[in-house]
C-alpha cells in the first residue's frame, strides 16, 4: 500500500496538484496525490493478492476490503504532517487489514 500509493501520490501531487487544488484539511496535500495514492494503491495490492490467490498462497480476499485498506490509507496519508506519513499509513493499513479480516 505505502509503495504504491506515496510515491504515485508524490509524482501525481506534484504534476497535477495546481490542477486539483489542495485538500481543505492539510494544505500541503492535494486532491491529485491523494486520489491517485487511493487508486494506486488499491490496483495493486489487487494485483498481488489475485497473482497470491491463483498460486494458493492466501484465499479469495473481498474487493470491499481492499477497497477499504487502500481508502484508510489515502486518508491518513492526507491528515499526517509529511515527516511521518510513512509510519502513520504502515501502522493505520495493518490495523485496517486485520480489522478487515485481510
Not at 504534476?15 to 500541503?28: D, E, F, I, V
Not at 497470491?52 to 491518513?76: D, K, M, N, R, Y
Request: charged share 10%; hydrophobic share 50%; glycine share 10%.
Amino acid at each position: 500500500n505505502l509503495c504504491a500509493g506515496d510515491g504515485v501520490a508524490d509524482i501525481f501531487g506534484r504534476a497535477y496538484g495546481k490542477l486539483s487544488g489542495n485538500l481543505p484539511w492539510n494544505r500541503t496535500k492535494t486532491w491529485a496525490g491523494t486520489i491517485s495514492f487511493f487508486v494506486f494503491s488499491f490496483l495493486v495490492a489487487e494485483l498481488y493478492l489475485a497473482a497470491f490467490t491463483h498460486i494458493g498462497w492466501l484465499p479469495p480476499t473481498p474487493i470491499s476490503s481492499v477497497c477499504g485498506v487502500a481508502l484508510i490509507g489515502a486518508l491518513v496519508e492526507s491528515v499526517s504532517p509529511s515527516d511521518w506519513d510513512n509510519s502513520a499509513v504502515a501502522v493505520a493499513t495493518y490495523v485496517g487489514s486485520v480489522l478487515l479480516g485481510l
